[in-house]
């Protein structure tokens, strides 16, 4: 586990200092602590991160092994301890890279023969060659939840200058609303239903799956025609009834949240179109290439991580904001809870002994400038310190609205520049007075009107949302999450802490249909369920 001893003496130290000082000491900070690949610029120099810092946060790295450790993950080890399984996302974007061995075999020829399947079943629904009863494909509904909805609805939602597919709708929650809603706009004749599950087990997935394909048959589609899979059980597609040219599979070895940039991604590659996809992938390689190849203190993902684990396991701080300034980017900060949430949200060590230290953060987030007008008070002012993330481009996709972009990145950066700067109290008063306040009522009012400063942020900048730039960023956050749980000690690849609900929520299936007692519950959970019983209508 992570030796944070000489850490927690220089943040002691560094309390003596702000942030400003070190601009005020150092003309190059920007450039001396920022961190870049491709186009993409990670400017972590608005945090108190100075040389001495970095180096002991780099030390830990050593520490860690984390070279050895990052090559085994590439090499197809099993890494994940837990689950004996190795952790190969980062072959499902081996485009041009050689083999890739797991128990002797090599992996990529089935992952780029599914990757071709994709590319001509998509493109054959995007051109009309596959259809449904009543025609081509004008909706694909994916069915999926976790690391089988997230990906995707984020990576369609951001990718939305390149759509020229068929409108895609991703139906997740369990919740009857959730399916109701999307498909009562559809026609169930030319609908295409993608049912992803990597164990094709999920309640809630399958739930909506029957419940997709009631709809289609008394529609007048044909779910024979109509359905496809994907996961990493074939058999239990195949006892779905779905036929095996319409499933496609993925190993053991791609985690779920992990997955978008394989068969997961496939109502992507229908929206964006093959080239699009294939241009994603990509990104996530040259991330990839950077993250094997760069010194740690100039490796992006490892330099994302390290100020994590110093905002969080050094200097405590419980949760951190990710605060993309770009509306196509909504469901990012969702995407990003599942990453490092599922992943690092762990109590307990590779080795089974507990940690000492904190596990990752709390991770939130909305859009700029939505959450400007939102939630951004408490962040300049609360009581809790809470590193923000920002995340923005240097252009947007509407040539002719770029009044807009500029209101929007000059917003971004005024953030992270009010956090750090903050306003004194002398500043304070001095506008009180020019507002024609004096005495007591100048001080009350002043004091309301102090930002603190001095709270850290990182800025991610991109010329451009482009499908390349949506790689490199998410392949960013798997590698920092990765950085981040070797650091730990811990296993980023299982999600134990999931199953005890799912457990629960089997047992109390019988009790909320009122067919069993719910006497072996608790009285909370017993009282809430007779509630249920006596209002359910
Ligand atoms: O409940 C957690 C989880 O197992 C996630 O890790 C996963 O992404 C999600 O459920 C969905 O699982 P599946 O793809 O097997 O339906």
């Given at each position: 586990m992570m030796q944070l001893d000489p850490l927690i003496s220089l943040a002691s130290a560094s309390k003596e200092r702000t942030i400003l000082d070190l601009f005020a000491k150092d003309m190059n900070r920007a450039e001396t602590f920022s961190a870049s690949t491709g186009d993409l610029l990670f400017d972590y120099s608005k945090t108190q991160i100075d040389d001495k810092i970095r180096d002991a946060l780099t030390d830990l790295c050593e520490a860690a092994n984390l070279g050895e450790r990052r090559e085994a993950m590439f090499a197809g080890e099993k890494i994940n301890e837990t689950e004996g399984r190795a952790v190969l996302h980062t072959a499902l974007r081996n485009l041009d890279g050689g083999p890739i061995e797991v128990d002797g075999l090599d992996v990529m020829p089935d992952v780029l023969d599914t990757l071709q399947r994709m590319r001509v079943f998509a493109e054959e629904v995007r051109g009309g060659a596959v259809s449904g009863a009543g025609g081509s494909f004008t909706d694909v509904v994916n069915i999926g939840i976790g690391g089988s909805d997230l990906g995707p609805v984020m990576a369609t939602h951001a990718l939305a200058p390149y759509h020229d597919g068929p409108r895609v709708h991703y139906v997740s929650n369990v919740d009857g609303a959730h399916i109701a809603d999307t498909l009562r706009q559809l026609d169930p004749t030319r609908t295409l239903v993608i049912v992803a599950s990597k164990t094709f087990t999920t309640i809630e997935t399958m739930t909506n799956a029957r419940t997709a394909r009631a709809w289609m048959e008394d529609g007048g589609g044909d779910p024979g025609m109509q359905f496809a899979a994907v996961s990493s059980a074939v058999d239990k597609t195949k006892a779905f009834g779905i036929p095996d040219e319409r499933v496609f599979g993925f190993a053991d070895w791609v985690g779920g949240r992990y997955s978008v940039w394989g068969p997961v991604g496939l109502p992507v590659m229908i929206a964006v179109g093959s080239n699009a996809f294939d241009a994603f992938l990509r990104g996530g390689q040259a991330m990839d290439v950077h993250f094997r190849a760069a010194d740690w203190a100039e490796n992006m993902p490892v330099m994302l991580a390290l100020v994590g684990i110093w905002h969080r396991q050094v200097l405590g701080h419980a949760s951190r904001a990710v605060l993309p300034y770009d509306q196509r980017l909504l469901r990012l900060p969702a995407y990003f809870q599942q990453l490092e949430m599922e992943s690092n949200g762990k109590s307990v060590a590779m080795d089974g002994s507990s940690l000492t230290i904190a596990s990752g953060p709390v991770v939130w987030g909305e859009p700029g400038t939505n959450g400007q007008h939102a939630f951004y008070q408490l962040i300049h002012q609360g009581t809790d310190v809470i590193p923000c993330e920002f995340m923005v481009a240097?252009?947007?996709?509407e040539p002719e609205l770029t009044h807009h972009h500029r209101l929007l990145l000059a917003n971004c950066l005024a953030q992270s520049e009010a956090l750090m700067r903050g306003r004194s109290l002398d500043e304070a008063r001095q506008r009180m007075a020019e507002n024609g306040l004096t005495g007591a009522e100048l001080d009350r009012q002043a004091r309301h009107r102090v930002f603190p400063g001095n709270r850290p942020s990182s800025t991610l900048i991109f010329p451009k949302l482009t499908p390349f730039v949506l790689g490199q960023i998410v392949a960013l956050y798997e590698h920092r999450v990765f950085v981040e749980g070797v650091l730990l000690g811990i296993n980023s690849f299982d999600q134990w802490g999931v199953e005890l609900g799912k457990e629960l929520a089997t047992s109390l299936g019988p009790i909320v249909d009122g067919e069993e007692t719910a006497s072996g519950k608790d009285g909370s959970t017993a009282a809430l369920v007779a509630y249920a019983l006596r209002h359910r209508g």
């Open positions: 240097a252009q947007g996709h």
